[in-house]
């Protein structure tokens, strides 16, 4: 079946500007995660959706920073006002989700959006 | 909180000798504990995963990787190298306490390369 899918897969953008990446979860997948990979920064967490609880939005770096998540299935993350520190590899993952303690919970990536900010 | 240390930024290894890639921990409670390898300009792939039950978990390509809940480790193995498996592994783990959060925390990643 199908995976995870992000769009687009390069973004170059110009300081300033806002920009949207998407992400397209596996069907039937109630949670969602984005990360973000930066150099020096390694892989980091940057906000959970499960099903229709208020998101886990306790990884993003600064209120330009947002994402949503409409009908429980397709995401968006948008950057405000971007900066060339926002300059990284979005990637977003999903997973079965659930209340069962997360037992069932293997996440799986996109290829991921780079994204540029000159 | 929790955290994942990959001692080695880069391993190099013999094809068709044994490779380890060494991951260890620091989580409250019981954790969850991933790999994941990543190709170049591609996403993060999953290997394997230790949730419970035996410590030697197998996973794809041949891959393998042994919880040590003495050492806080979970080092990842395979009994031999193919030039194909070269590529960056990270080490990933989220606490199994109910209702903890549920994302993941990575390791810096170990880049693997499989000398022919």
């Known amino acids: 079946g199908a995976g995870v899918s992000q769009s687009p897969s390069n973004k170059v953008t110009e300081k300033g500007k806002d920009v949207e990446l998407r992400c397209d979860p596996i069907?039937?997948?109630?949670?969602l995660y984005w990360y973000r990979q930066s150099l020096g920064q390694g892989l980091e967490f940057l906000i959970y959706?499960?099903?229709?609880?208020?998101?886990?939005k306790s990884g993003l770096p600064s209120d330009r920073f947002s994402a949503e998540r409409t009908g429980g299935s397709v995401s968006t993350l948008t950057i405000q006002r971007t900066q060339q520190e926002d300059s990284a590899v979005y990637l977003c993952a999903s997973s079965l989700g659930g209340l069962a303690g997360g037992r069932l919970e293997t996440q799986y990536f996109g290829p991921g959006t780079r994204l540029l900010v000159l | 909180a929790q955290s994942v240390a990959q001692p080695e930024d880069q391993v190099n290894v013999a094809e068709g000798n044994p490779l380890t890639v060494k991951c260890t921990y620091s989580v409250s409670g019981n954790p969850y504990l991933f790999w994941y390898v990543q190709y170049p300009n591609r996403g993060l792939q999953f290997l394997l995963k230790?949730?419970?039950?035996?410590?030697l978990v197998k996973g794809s390509y041949g891959f393998e990787a042994e919880f040590n809940k003495s050492q806080t480790s979970f080092h990842l193995k395979k009994p031999s190298a193919l030039v194909s498996d070269s590529a960056l592994y990270f080490c990933?783990?989220?606490?199994?306490?109910?209702?903890?959060?549920?994302?993941?925390?990575f390791g810096s990643g170990t880049q693997l390369t499989v000398l022919p």
């Open positions: 230790y949730i419970t039950g035996d410590n």
């Open positions: 069907s039937g997948h109630t949670a």
């Open positions: 990933a783990v989220r606490p199994s306490l109910s209702g903890s959060a549920r994302q993941l925390t």
């Open positions: 959706f499960q099903g229709n609880s208020a998101p886990d």
